[in-house]
């Protein structure tokens, strides 16, 4: 990651509680871990827990850790698995050889379930879940002993271990924590430990029929890996209490400690991944990298790179109080990544046909073009010009407005690095629509020779009919839209879906080459935006092009 920036950025909170830590002796060194639930694809918000805990690993010369939080396999699914590592892997967190899984630990996590029995510390409860709701109490009643909360270490042991053996039926039995039913903090109220259900876990199979809680096994995980931090979002806060419970209890010499920080949400944007999931199942969006989406897959297939969402996260800040970032700074972020790094080409997304009717019927120019104007190092290219050409339909008009100064009858304009045209009469088809623009050029306008003659004021781009590619581009808006009352859910909490969140144009007409370019390269195509090539649904020599970002912003960095 970038940090070798020479302005001073002031710390942020958890880097100067580690600062004290270090200081004060608490650590010796940084473990930070990044602990993916595989039950879906990562998000944008993912990304920012992603680079934090990375980051801080990096800084203090620690270790970064990625470890699949997968003691739930009702939800989980390797695909899931697979795309995370992928995912992370492609931000540039690298983990090294720090890649675990918390199944892995389930012989642990039985042990220190055990070990709490022995001390007293759990037993085993046959309420059903509802009672066990009931008897929980509430933020102002507090709980009441559950009626086999006293059975004997030795029974508990039998029990929990018959548990185990498969003798219950699922949910028949739980084992909880034998904390304070009367705590202010309902997650202390002896929360559960390990509850009985048959389910066949991706990694260890049906070994099991007893699976862990979360609280229960969050924080053994982070104990084994010796894990010095664990760094995770505000919702995290009210378990705290219990993580510091069963670390101690469970009795492990240098206990993590864990640091809430607020989530990054994007204003109007759909992040959570439940949401997410109901967009894919519900089949509004194609995928869970559908480009529409902020997933990490919809975002790098969209054409975004690692570069500017690194620059998103580091803008966004890391801050204890919940805040709305704007995607706008998003697109910021990635159009000013690729602002120097692309090539500027021309592409046609709306063609209509231009024919010159003075040019030679036969002969093709062809001209030097800068790839990109601001940076030389990309060098330049040979475009080729002849009598018939495509322009954007945009930029021709029978009957202009004020201000218009691109191509209309008796209207003189600069072709892009070519000659000046004369815009001399149109055709049209019996539905009103122009198929063909007719116009005369003038050879000593040619942009090579510093024609000083006369100026004009409009300047459109084109490409040559004989020579250019026919390819498909898609232009992308947020598949929700805000109501009237700035929402993008109506009063039901369902999604207000935007219409036009999907627009394809078939039609489009490129410069040649265009054509072998492979998936998520990526250009800036004159006037139209950023657009990278689809590693999905482009074939060889037939790419199809996603706009990644317009090229106007309203975002201003202040
Ligand atoms: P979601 O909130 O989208 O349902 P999750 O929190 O259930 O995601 P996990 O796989 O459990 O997803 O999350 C892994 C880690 O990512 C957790 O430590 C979690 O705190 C963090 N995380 C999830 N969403 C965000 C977010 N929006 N911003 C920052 N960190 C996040
Ligand atoms: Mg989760």
Avoid at 111 to 118: F, H, M, N, Q, S
Avoid at 201 to 219: E, L, R, S, V
Avoid at 456 to 474: E, L
Wanted: net charge negative.
């Amino acid at each position: 990651m970038d940090t070798n920036t020479n302005e001073t950025v002031s710390r942020n909170f958890i880097e100067r509680e580690i600062d004290k830590d270090l200081d004060e002796g608490r650590a010796s060194e940084v473990v930070t871990r990044f602990p993916p639930e595989p039950n879906g694809y990562l998000h944008i918000g993912h990304a920012k827990s992603i680079l934090l805990n990375y980051g801080l690993a990096q800084e203090f010369g620690g270790t970064f850790h990625v470890r699949f939080d997968d003691t739930n396999p009702s939800k989980e699914d390797v695909e899931y698995v697979e795309s995370i590592k992928r995912d992370i892997a492609w931000l540039g967190a690298d983990w090294q050889d720090h890649l675990y899984y918390a199944s892995n630990y389930f012989d642990k996590m039985y042990e220190c379930a055990v070990g709490l029995i022995k001390k007293g510390k759990a037993y085993v409860c046959d309420l059903t879940a509802d009672e066990i709701r009931e008897y929980r109490g509430t933020l102002d009643k507090p709980g009441k002993n559950s009626p086999y909360r006293d059975r004997s270490v030795e029974e508990n042991l039998k029990l929990f271990e018959e548990m185990k053996d498969g003798v219950y039926e699922d949910g028949a039995k739980v084992l909880r924590a034998k904390i304070d039913m009367a705590s202010p903090n309902i997650n202390m109220r002896d929360p559960v430990l390990y509850r009985i259900s048959r389910m066949t876990h991706h990694n260890t199979g049906d070994k099991w029929c007893i699976y862990p809680m979360y609280d229960f096994a969050h924080p053994i995980e982070d104990a084994i890996e010796g894990i010095t931090h664990s760094i995770c979002t505000l919702e995290f806060e009210d378990h705290r209490p219990v993580y510091d419970w069963v670390v101690s209890e469970t009795g492990w010499e240098k206990p993590p400690r864990q640091i809430e920080f607020a989530k990054l949400y994007l204003k109007n944007v759909v992040t959570g991944k439940r949401y997410i999931k109901k967009l894919v199942e519900d089949g509004i969006v194609d995928g869970w990298d559908d480009p529409r989406l902020v997933t990490i897959a919809a975002l790098r297939r969209r054409g975004f790179t690692p570069g500017a969402i690194r620059r998103f996260i580091e803008l966004s800040g890391v801050s204890k109080a919940n805040s709305e970032s704007d995607y706008a700074m998003l697109e910021y972020c990635v159009r000013e990544d690729l602002k120097l790094s692309r090539p500027r080409v021309y592409a046609i997304l709306d063609p209509v046909k231009l024919v010159i009717d003075n040019y030679p019927d036969d002969q093709t120019e062809w001209f030097d073009v800068v790839n990109n104007v601001e940076n030389e190092s990309l060098g330049s290219r040979k475009v080729p010009f002849t009598k018939e050409l495509y322009i954007e339909r945009s930029d021709f008009m029978e009957e202009p407005p004020k201000k218009y100064f691109r191509l209309y009858p008796g209207n003189e304009v600069r072709l892009m690095n070519a000659y000046f045209v004369t815009c001399t009469d149109y055709e049209k088809d019996p539905a009103g629509n122009v198929t063909v623009i007719h116009c005369t050029y003038d050879p000593q306008t040619r942009s090579d020779l510093n024609f000083t003659g006369r100026k004009v004021k409009g300047t459109i781009q084109w490409v040559s009919a004989a020579h250019c590619g026919k390819v498909t581009a898609r232009l992308y808006e947020n598949v929700v839209v805000e109501d009237e009352n700035g929402s993008i859910r109506d009063e039901e909490g369902n999604l207000n879906l935007n219409p036009s969140s999907l627009v394809t144009m078939d039609e489009c007409r490129v410069e040649e080459s265009l054509l072998e370019a492979k998936p998520y390269d990526s250009f800036q195509f004159v006037r139209n935006g950023y657009f990278a090539v689809d590693p999905k649904d482009s074939k060889e020599g037939q790419p199809v092009f996603n706009r990644v970002v317009g090229l106007k912003s309203s975002f201003k960095l202040t």
